[in-house]
């Protein structure tokens, strides 16, 4: 069964940081990872999807990589902004069903 | 990009009535839809996978005659709470799919609150 941990739980920054959000899976059997943000009582907005081919995928300030060997995926965030804040979640596509198995999210404060 | 349309975005209703949530594809044929619900400060948990033309698959714990879900069409599936209990309270999230390794779009959820 596959179980999805988010590392850290909460994370608190200055503007212009850069940061890394942790993410691993324990099955490596993986058809792709995806993270999303969550903007507090809002859905969920797609960021970045890695098929289990790739090693890593970029949209401007984020780059995703994954590393289906170790089960750990990571979220990096260039020069951090206040319209960063939100809660960051990993999923993990297990099989060939297109169920994803979700991260508890890293909830992320950027402060001006 | 592709949209996913979730309706109504929040909904208050009396203990003991049915409440129906419609999720809909706006621009792309969605084989499979996901139902979850989301509990404050916690994360997203899969209720059930429902395919076009066929029974919902529920995930283990998910009381199916009390979580009702229909997916008609390539682009509704619909979820409905019945008679729902403030315990059923909660945010609940669909998303859709075009294919097995395409991107899960999802809605921007409805807020039950039962009273």
């Known amino acids: 069964k596959q179980e999805v941990t988010q590392i850290p739980a909460a994370l608190s920054v200055p503007e212009g940081e850069n940061l890394v959000l942790n993410c691993s899976f324990t099955?490596?059997?993986?058809?792709?990872l995806q993270w999303f943000r969550q903007d507090p009582g809002k859905g969920l907005t797609s960021l970045l999807l890695i098929q289990s081919s790739q090693r890593e995928q970029t949209s401007g300030r984020l780059n995703a990589s994954l590393d289906k060997s170790s089960g750990r995926s990571t979220l990096y965030i260039a020069a951090s902004q206040p319209g960063d804040s939100a809660t960051y979640l990993c999923a993990a596509h297990s099989g060939n069903t297109g169920k994803l198995i979700f991260g508890q999210g890293t909830t992320l404060q950027v402060k001006p | 990009g592709a949209v996913v349309s979730q309706h109504p975005s929040r909904v208050i209703c009396k203990s003991g009535t049915s409440v129906k949530i419609e999720c809909r594809s706006l621009?792309?044929?969605?084989?499979?839809m996901f139902w979850y619900r989301q509990f404050p400060k916690q994360s997203l948990m899969l209720m059930a996978t429902s395919n076009e033309g066929s029974k919902a698959t529920y995930e283990q714990g998910v009381e199916k005659d009390k979580f009702l879900i229909n997916h008609a069409s390539l682009t509704l599936s619909t979820l409905t709470v019945t008679s729902a209990h403030p315990e059923d309270s909660s945010f609940y999230i669909c998303?859709?799919?075009?294919?097995?390794?395409?991107?899960?779009?999802f809605g921007n959820g409805t807020r039950l609150t039962v009273t």
């Open positions: 998303s859709a799919i075009s294919g097995l390794n395409s991107p899960l779009h």
């Open positions: 621009d792309f044929q969605a084989t499979t």
């Open positions: 099955d490596s059997a993986i058809y792709n």
